[in-house]
């Protein structure tokens, strides 16, 4: 069973950053897409930032010039630097992994999340 595991969320002061990281039970390069989405209090889950297998990256425009995806193949991780944290960002951010299987199965794994708060 493939699982994908979200760590790093905490308290942090507007302005302030935060990094985030998703742990996978199989090597991250597997998978042929990976992403963080988020989700706020009273929103529909969105996302934040999406790295596929090509190395292609795509980010929320909230996330434009503040947030960074990346892969730390040593670590075997996925990770997201939040800089310029404001309030709106609070919310749970999920660790996502999609991975395509023989013929047209594909299988998508979700973490449990990590909450992100951030306040004075």
């Known amino acids: 069973q493939v699982q994908v595991t979200e760590s790093g969320g905490g308290l942090v002061q507007p302005g302030g950053s935060l990094r985030l990281s998703c742990a996978a039970s199989?090597?991250?390069?597997?998978?042929?897409?990976m992403a963080w989405h988020r989700q706020a209090p009273g929103k529909g889950r969105e996302l934040v930032a999406r790295?596929?297998?090509?190395?292609?990256?795509e980010y929320g425009d909230f996330a434009k010039g503040r947030f960074t995806i990346s892969r730390d193949n040593s670590r075997n991780t996925l990770d997201l630097q939040m800089n310029n944290l404001n309030s709106d960002d609070t919310a749970v951010y999920y660790c996502?992994?999609?991975?395509?299987?023989?013929?047209?199965?594909?299988?998508?794994?979700w973490g449990q999340g990590t909450q992100v708060t951030v306040s004075s």
């Open positions: 996502y992994g999609f991975l395509r299987l023989k013929g047209w199965n594909v299988e998508r794994y």
């Open positions: 199989i090597s991250i390069l597997r998978f042929d897409v």
């Open positions: 790295i596929k297998s090509d190395d292609t990256l």
